[in-house]
């Protein structure tokens, strides 16, 4: 079965600062899609970058970006230049060759004037 | 564009009663999961689907069923409702091949 890590206690950010989320995930297929998924406090999933396993680029979305590491086994979420805005919960998602849908924990983030 | 539809968006069951949960997309995703989401532990899988006709277990199926008669539709039914089912649920749907699930508002059940 997959498994998704993300273990970083609640964090806050300063305004315009960036912030890492990490996310390590453990898996034996070779096929593999990764996923950042941000959850305001309204409550909706909102989709936020992509990243397949065989990509030989990190996947970029606007102010997101996603570090891939296939051999640690980790995509560690970047957003720069936060905003109040990115106050949310943010999971970490992995889609095997099953496609059944793994989500970590979550991470908290507060971002601060 | 109506996308991923919940409903209801929010239900209080007494314990042992039965109800269905709704989720309908009008994207003709091939795949429609459900999940539920409970505090400090993510979302965790229940059932999904690969099609219509299709069905297989998640992570969490114990007390629930689900059917998948059209590609539309995907209800999840909670056979005795138990306080331990208090949760939010959430009904995703994806396109085979494609990158994104969308998600349903989510749906907040208590029982009592």
């Known amino acids: 079965a997959q498994k998704i890590t993300q273990t970083q206690p609640g964090m806050f950010v300063q305004e315009k600062e960036a912030v890492t989320l990490d996310c390590t995930y453990d898996t034996s297929d070779q096929s593999y899609g990764l996923f950042w998924y941000k959850q305001p406090s309204s409550g909706e999933m909102i989709f936020l970058i992509y990243q397949g396993s065989y990509d030989e680029q990190n996947a970029t979305e606007g102010r997101y970006s996603l570090n891939f590491q296939k051999a640690r086994k980790s995509a560690n979420l970047v957003i720069s230049a936060s905003q109040l805005g990115d106050s949310a919960m943010y999971f970490c998602?992995?889609?095997?060759?099953?496609?059944?849908?793994?989500f970590g924990k979550g991470n908290q983030v507060v971002v601060i004037p | 564009n109506a996308g991923v539809t919940q409903t209801p968006k929010f239900q209080v069951l007494k314990t042992g009663q039965s109800m269905t949960l709704q989720c309908a997309q009008d994207?003709?995703?091939?795949?429609m999961s459900w999940y539920r989401q409970d505090p400090g532990m993510g979302l965790r899988l229940i059932h999904y689907?690969?099609?219509?006709?299709?069905?297989d277990q998640g992570e969490v199926p114990n007390g629930y069923n689900v059917s998948r008669s059209t590609t539309e539709d995907f209800p999840l039914r909670l056979l005795s409702a138990a306080p331990s089912q208090t949760s939010v649920y959430f009904c995703a749907s994806r396109q085979q091949g494609a990158t994104e699930a969308f998600f349903g508002q989510g749906t907040r059940l208590t029982v009592v």
């Open positions: 689907s690969v099609g219509a006709g299709i069905t």
């Open positions: 994207m003709n995703h091939e795949y």
């Open positions: 998602a992995m889609n095997p060759e099953s496609n059944r849908l793994a």
